[in-house]
């Protein structure tokens, strides 16, 4: 079973302030377990929006979407959403931030912390697990991010630009680390940007948005070396 079926995906957002807008229609989209997907465009052509409704944060207003072969209708940790600006609760230390979503489903503080320990491993941030957020950098505090996603062993890993907020070295080596995660992971990987260079660094296949609603192509892109900044 694929880890995301979008067919006919739609979504007009109510109107509020403004008259209704379409941000998408008509998308059909498969997605593999195990694999890496970008969304590229520009901003504001539905590529966030997309992801919210795989996430199951917002429902779509026309055709329907499958992750696993089931429905999805309300979020779930099998499939974990990464922001931009990562917000970790500036009281816990990083250890209780990454375990945070399995004290809701009643864990221990054993297994909490075990848990955390075995998810900052993958992420290299072990050791600063007692620190607080703020001791952190900002590419630090992404590795959490995605270190608390993790420990809810996500099918999908779903990234809404999460390393727009860091400067261009941070982000290189965020995007290598990124890929040594999600092979050992075997999640599938769902990933924002509006940058081209980082869509080839990262995907088996890139899922480019125009700015005209419903209108997505495919591109897979070919082993080119790496563009050097
Ligand atoms: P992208 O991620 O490609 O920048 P978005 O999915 O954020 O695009 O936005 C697509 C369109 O939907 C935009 O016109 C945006 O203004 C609109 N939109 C996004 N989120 C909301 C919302 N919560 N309420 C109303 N309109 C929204
Ligand atoms: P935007 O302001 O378009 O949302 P970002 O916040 O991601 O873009 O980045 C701010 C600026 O930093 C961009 O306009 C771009 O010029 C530069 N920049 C960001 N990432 C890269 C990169 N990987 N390579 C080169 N320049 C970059």
């Not at 059909?28 to 997907?37: I, T």
């Not at 375990?99 to 009643?106: E, N, P, T, V, W």
């Not at 993790?150 to 982000?171: G, I, N, S």
Request: aromatic residues 6%.
């Amino acid at each position: 079973k694929d880890a995301v079926v979008c067919r006919g995906v739609g979504k007009t957002w109510a109107a509020g302030t403004r008259r209704a807008h379409n941000a998408l229609t008509g998308i059909d989209l498969d997605v593999a377990p195990g694999e890496f997907v970008v969304f590229l465009g520009p901003s504001g052509c539905g590529k966030s929006t997309l992801l919210y409704l795989i996430a199951g944060l917002e429902d779509a207003t026309e055709g329907q979407l499958w992750s696993f072969g089931d429905l999805v209708d309300t979020p779930s940790p099998e499939r974990s959403l990464i922001f931009q600006e990562t917000s970790l609760f500036p009281w816990l230390t990083v250890w209780e931030n990454v375990s945070f979503g399995l004290s809701i489903r009643g864990a221990g503080k054993e297994e909490r912390r075990s848990v955390a320990a075995e998810a900052l491993q993958r992420v290299g941030l072990k050791a600063a697990m007692d620190k607080r957020p703020d001791e952190l950098s900002g590419g630090m505090r992404q590795r959490v991010a995605v270190a608390r996603a993790l420990a809810m062993r996500p099918k999908v890993l779903l990234m809404d630009e999460p390393f727009a907020a860091l400067d261009v070295q941070t982000r290189a080596r965020m995007q290598d680390f990124l890929l040594d995660v999600w092979r050992d992971s075997g999640a599938s990987v769902l990933f924002v940007t509006h940058h081209i260079d980082e869509a080839v660094a990262l995907a088996d296949r890139v899922v480019v948005f125009t700015s005209r609603p419903g209108r997505i192509k495919t591109i897979v892109p070919i082993d080119l070396p790496r563009p050097r900044n």
